[in-house]
């Protein structure tokens, strides 16, 4: 599989499903513009966990269950730890993300930072895992 590259800095490779079985239907426009933009302000590489999943994947790793965040092409888990995480934090806050959930716990290996453009009133903007 040839990888497409979609913005500068994110391919296809990265950003689709991890189940390996379904039809990637590419991230949300305006979602990817915004990360790009975070992205080129923070000025380094980062490493995508998770991006889009189809709502049966979604369903497996996730309590969100089958209409999860991710399931809407609009969110993004980062890895990222310590003042990586605060960086990218602060430029996520500035730059219009709705949601962000910061999970820094644990190994290093494994903390990320997830940021989404959903809205809602009754979601929370700012959470810990």
Same mark, same amino acid.
């Given at each position: 599989?040839?990888?497409?590259? *979609?913005?500068?800095?994110?391919?296809?490779?990265? *950003?689709?499903? +991890?189940? #390996? &079985?379904?039809?990637? @239907? %590419? $991230?949300? #426009?305006?979602? $990817?513009?915004?990360?790009?933009?975070?992205?080129?302000?923070?000025?380094? &590489? $980062?490493?995508?966990?998770?991006?889009? !999943?189809? @709502?049966?994947? /979604?369903? +497996?790793?996730? %309590?969100?269950? !089958?209409? %999860? @965040?991710?399931?809407?092409?609009? &969110?993004?888990?980062?890895?990222?730890?310590?003042?990586?995480?605060? &960086?990218? *934090? +602060?430029?996520?806050?500035?730059?219009?993300?709705?949601?962000?959930?910061?999970?820094? +716990? #644990? /190994?290093?290996?494994?903390?990320?930072?997830?940021?989404?453009? *959903?809205? #809602?009133?009754?979601? @929370?903007?700012?959470?810990?895992?």
């Amino acid at each position: 599989m040839s990888i497409v590259y *979609l913005t500068e800095h994110f391919s296809q490779a990265e *950003l689709q499903c +991890k189940c #390996g &079985a379904c039809d990637y @239907p %590419g $991230m949300d #426009g305006d979602f $990817m513009e915004k990360l790009e933009i975070l992205r080129t302000a923070y000025g380094r &590489a $980062m490493s995508v966990s998770s991006a889009y !999943r189809c @709502p049966t994947y /979604n369903d +497996k790793v996730s %309590g969100t269950g !089958r209409a %999860g @965040p991710h399931t809407t092409r609009r &969110a993004i888990d980062i890895r990222c730890s310590a003042h990586d995480s605060h &960086a990218i *934090l +602060k430029l996520a806050l500035a730059g219009g993300f709705s949601g962000i959930g910061v999970s820094q +716990k #644990g /190994n290093h290996g494994a903390r990320f930072l997830h940021l989404d453009t *959903l809205s #809602g009133s009754n979601r @929370p903007w700012v959470w810990s895992y």
